[in-house]
């Protein structure tokens, strides 16, 4: 009974301690390495966040600039409150299969000591790998939000460097991840990953974007240190966000890792997201697939009817061939419906006159594949939204699963950016709508992806990235080596990317522009770039009596555990993934930058007590990415957990390694 009357004690001194303090209340992540700390200074709030004892995030303000003025000044701390959660949480599909859900959580009131007394809590949620916090405002007595601007800043203890591209200058996020000093970076897009110090490194970017507009951020030096400004993507008219009743901003992320690995495998920004809100998933189905894209890209075929046209009822009945005897589920074809020749009215409704849609269907379905519509909008948002109900409800009965939506037009509907709330709020009327008909979307000219595919799991893949077609056509000769070793690190970090890998052939139409890497590392990208449905992104003519393509016929693209052995930004890395089920196989990618290097991979993830088998695809020993891309060996070897493979990676060069159970 004593104990009982203490611990009551102690309880009622904390929570009035908790209500009395109008200052400096701090919450800890689970394992005490991550603090956060919320204060008000001269009548503003800030935070601060520790790592280690550590300050990494200085004092640093939280606010608005709305229409009615400033939110964020002349505050006063109302209250907090606690609390904290431990679950663990099943990918519908993902790179992992477990996510664990571990923070402690505190939610800060303020308001206003003005006449106006309007309020704003913000929610911060601390885990041991970084930290997310939010905007919550509650229902303004009937009125709307008008933000002008979001004053939220992260304002970090020193410069260092950081990759990320522009804001400004870059469409549809389709830039080369620059390095360079935080203090010289102007305006840049999120994630933002800085290597803060030796042994740190740290990517800023949101989770759960919903009807908000996209994060940017602006460096600015000062004697307190590097600070990152909030800078929203705009309306037009300069507004940033509109919001009715309670307004939820999405999530500020800083994410923390010992490595740049450690970054990829954080699931934070996902945890952030609401759990699924499609009850029956089974027919999300995740899956390697094939199309008539790459052909076009080289100009050997074209989207519009005519004499080359590659998306004819009997060119892909040839892919639908293809991927029945190679096990892909999907065949995709651009062009296939009109609105692609110079004047042609674009519809979604029907197909070109040499396309039957319907027979293609069928005979997709008869050898165990699936065809995967297109929806090209130009930017015509509206188009798409004006014809998707009745579009896939046709695409469900023809038994179409996946559709690729695209955006190619630098306004959406020629009046608003597409990292605006415009945009935001078209991307999500359209996955919510195709949900209805049992459709998975992959979005190309995407806002940058925040996580919604918790909330949502069949948005599968995303573009925003400067893809493989740039190896096509780019008159600058293509993506240069350090762009995939990259990736990872940067947008990767935002979630799955549909980059398009696996070029056998490296012709050129372009002098001097094609895939700069080995065949061997073509193959390890099919790892390395993460994407549930993952495309063989050359003609099947290059496929043809390839022993490359034995390995992506038998490589998964939904996993149960995913580790990262090593790597450093833009140099290398080497990423190994577990399938899901009973089989226990795993695969292996590990690709380099224009530099050869010798890898060493311990192989202690395997499972005790058990011998497998490593099937190596790997550089031949002359490969060179500019003087012989093409020289390959494979070899095989019986390992355990106690063996280190060693690797010799070409310039620009890889390996692919599945390792399979030995019985």
Same mark, same amino acid.
């Given at each position: ?49 520790d790592y280690r004892s550590k300050m990494i995030v200085l004092p640093s303000h ?202 990829? @495998? ?69 062009g296939w419906n009109p609105g692609w020749g110079q004047g042609e009215q674009v ?80 991307? $999500? $009327? ?87 890497? @080995? ?17 063989? *992104? ?74 497998? $088998? ?8 002359? *490969? ?26 070409? $310039? ?12």
């Open positions: 009974m004593s104990k009982l009357i203490v611990s009551l004690v102690l309880i009622i001194c904390f929570s009035v301690t908790a209500v009395c303090s109008a200052k400096n209340v701090s919450v800890s992540s689970p394992d005490g390495a991550v603090t956060v700390t919320v204060d008000v200074k001269a009548g503003k709030p800030y935070y601060t966040m939280l606010g608005f600039m709305l229409d009615g003025g400033e939110l964020g000044q002349h505050v006063k701390m109302t209250g907090q409150q606690f609390a904290s959660k431990d679950e663990t949480w099943n990918q519908v599909w993902g790179e992992d299969e477990a996510v664990r859900n571990h923070y402690n959580e505190l939610t800060v009131n303020f308001q206003e000591q003005s006449e106006t007394r309007r309020k704003m809590n913000v929610q911060f949620r601390v885990y041991d790998d970084g930290i997310g916090f939010r905007y919550i405002l509650p229902n303004n007595k009937g009125k709307k939000y008008c933000i002008q601007d979001e004053l939220t800043e992260i304002t970090l203890a020193h410069d260092a460097k950081a990759w990320s591209i522009p804001s400004n200058h870059t469409e549809y996020f389709e830039g080369i991840f620059g390095c360079d000093l935080l203090s010289k970076k102007d305006t840049v897009c999120t994630p933002l990953t800085i290597e803060y110090e030796d042994s740190l490194f740290l990517a800023i970017h949101e989770a759960a974007l919903e009807d908000y507009a996209s994060i940017n951020l602006t460096p600015r030096a000062s004697s307190e240190g590097i600070r990152l400004l909030t800078a929203l993507t705009p309306w037009q008219n300069g507004v940033k966000v509109y919001a009715e009743g309670e307004l939820k901003s999405p999530w500020r992320t800083i994410t923390i890792g010992k490595t740049a690995g450690d970054l990829i @495998t954080s699931r934070l920004m996902l945890n952030l997201n609401e759990p699924t809100q499609i009850e029956d998933t089974s027919w999300i189905e995740p899956g390697r697939y094939i199309g008539i894209w790459w052909s076009i890209h080289k100009k050997q075929n074209t989207w519009e009817m005519g004499p080359q046209h590659g998306a004819t009822t009997e060119n892909v009945k040839r892919y639908i061939d293809f991927a029945a005897l190679h096990g892909f589920s999907g065949v995709l074809a651009e519809t979604y409704l029907k197909s070109y006159p040499d396309f039957d849609i319907d027979e293609v269907c069928r005979y997709a379905q008869s050898k165990g594949v699936r065809f995967i519509g297109h929806m090209e909008s130009w930017g015509r948002a509206s188009l798409i939204e004006q014809e998707m109900d009745e579009a896939f409800a046709w695409y469900q009965k023809l038994g179409i699963r996946v559709v690729k939506t695209g955006y190619v037009g630098h306004l959406l509907d020629g009046k608003e950016l597409a990292k605006s709330q415009y945009g935001i709020r078209h991307y $999500r $009327r359209v996955i919510e709508t195709a949900a209805k008909y049992q459709i998975m979307i992959d979005n190309h000219e995407p806002a940058m992806p925040t996580g919604i595919q918790r909330t949502w799991p069949n948005l599968m893949t995303q573009e925003g990235v400067r893809g493989q077609e740039y190896n096509a056509w780019d008159r600058r000769g293509g993506n240069p080596p350090s762009h995939t070793v990259t990736l990872p690190f940067t947008r990767g970090l935002a979630g799955p990317t549909d980059f398009t890998p696996a070029i056998f052939n490296f012709s050129e139409i372009v002098p001097g522009t094609h895939p700069h890497s @080995t065949l061997a590392k073509q193959l390890g990208e099919f790892v390395v770039i993460y994407s549930p449905l993952q495309m063989a *992104a050359d003609a099947i003519e290059n496929y043809e009596g390839q022993p490359a393509l034995t390995f992506i016929e038998s490589c998964p693209t939904t996993w149960s555990k995913t580790l990262i052995p090593n790597g450093e930004i833009g140099k290398y890395i080497t990423v190994a993934r577990k399938e899901r089920g009973d089989g226990g196989r795993w695969f292996i990618g590990s690709i380099t930058n224009e530099e050869s290097r010798r890898i060493e991979l311990p192989l202690d993830f395997l499972d005790a007590n058990s011998t497998y $088998r490593a099937i190596i695809y790997e550089d031949g020993p002359d *490969a060179d990415y500019e003087t012989n891309p093409y020289a390959m060996t494979v070899r095989q070897m019986e390992v355990t957990r106690r063996n280190v493979l060693h690797l010799n990676l070409a $310039r620009s060069g890889g390996a692919a390694i599945r390792i399979e159970r030995m019985k």
